[in-house]
C-alpha cells in the first residue's frame, strides 16, 4: 500500500528501513526514503507504520 503518494512510497519501503538500516524516527527515516518532503500528509501513517515495526522486532538481549 502507498503511504506517501507525492513520492510514490510503500509500507513495505518504511517496514524494509526500519529492519535493515534500524530507523527509530521520522527525521532518521527521511535519510532513507524521502517520506513527507512534499505535502507531509503521509508523516503520520508512516510514523504508525515505524512504532508497529519496531514493537514486532525480537528484543535484543544485552550481552556483557
Do not use: H, T
Amino acid at each position: 500500500m502507498y503511504i506517501c503518494l507525492c513520492n510514490a512510497i510503500s509500507d513495505k519501503a518504511i517496514r524494509n528501513a526500519v529492519r535493515q538500516q534500524n530507523v527509530r524516527s521520522i527525521r532518521e527515516l527521511k535519510n532513507f526514503v524521502p517520506v513527507g518532503s512534499d505535502c507531509g500528509k503521509c508523516v503520520r501513517q508512516a510514523r504508525e507504520i515505524i512504532n508497529e515495526e519496531i514493537s514486532s522486532l525480537p528484543p535484543i538481549i544485552n550481552v556483557a
